[in-house]
């Protein structure tokens, strides 16, 4: 892809779209990984002033997108096959724990929090399969979708904070391999081809919760993980 990934921003200059459009053109090879980077030079092709890039680098390099190559130099992060791979099994083992903590240490509140998450979704998903069905508009469909997505990230949000460790959470924030934007952009370009895949992922969703309303902590950890390891090597491969 041309370098028009990084063509001016044609709204109000903002740490997150600034963010976005970097993480965009990461994934898409307008920057390619090992070059170096400077704030001045990014902030000049997005159209913006330093701060923003400074703000949104500064989260890239905790997600480990972009790496520190001397006290004010920073490159895009050159990840091996082999290493991506070790960031999703550590992702998938740690989310794995937690909802084996969830099942173990969620209160009743909780519980019917995610209750009211999945239910809310699943309300949602019903006029997604209408909209299909009637021929709805396109524009309304994908809306419709990224809400689901939000949804469920939020369920998986939900989930971890029910198992009641600060510092997994902190752990597992930053092991992951995809940020939630990267992963709703991907999963949005992904569904409409594995449409089957995606809704069979979507009720494990259900098993899940079924698993931590049971107080069952190893099917929680197995569904858990089964659940992470299938999503994170559908988005690794694209």
């Known amino acids: 892809m041309s370098t028009d990934a990084l063509g001016p921003?044609?709204?109000?200059?903002?740490?997150?779209?600034?963010?976005?459009?970097?993480?965009d053109a990461i994934r898409e090879g307008a920057l390619r990984p090992g070059e170096k980077i400077t704030e001045r030079d990014l902030a000049a092709r997005l159209g913006v002033s330093p701060t923003p890039v400074r703000e949104a680098l500064r989260q890239l390099v905790h997600e480990k997108v972009v790496e520190r190559a001397g006290p004010r130099a920073l490159r895009i992060a050159d990840h091996s096959s082999s290493a991506?791979?070790?960031?999703?099994?550590?992702?998938v083992r740690l989310s794995a724990l937690m909802a084996r903590l969830a099942a173990r240490n969620a209160t009743a509140e909780q519980l019917t929090s995610l209750v009211s998450i999945l239910a809310e979704?699943?309300?949602?998903?019903?006029?997604?399969?209408?909209?299909?069905a009637g021929q709805g508009s396109d524009a309304d469909v994908a809306d419709q979708l990224a809400d689901v997505l939000r949804k469920l990230r939020l369920f998986h949000h939900q989930v971890e904070a029910c198992a009641g460790n600060s510092v997994l959470e902190g752990l597992l924030s930053q092991a992951r391999a995809f940020s939630d934007e990267e992963r709703l952009d991907l999963t949005m370009k992904l569904v409409p081809e594995r449409a089957e895949e995606f809704r069979a992922r979507y009720r494990e969703h259900r098993q899940l919760l079924d698993a931590l309303l049971e107080r069952d902590e190893e099917r929680a950890e197995e569904l858990a993980a089964q659940h992470h390891h299938a999503a994170l090597i559908q988005l690794s491969r694209g």
């Open 9 to 23: 921003m044609e709204t109000m200059s903002l740490a997150d779209q600034a963010y976005r459009r970097l993480r």
């Open 84 to 91: 991506r791979s070790e960031i999703v099994e550590a992702e």
């Open 121 to 132: 979704t699943d309300r949602i998903v019903a006029g997604i399969e209408e909209a299909v």
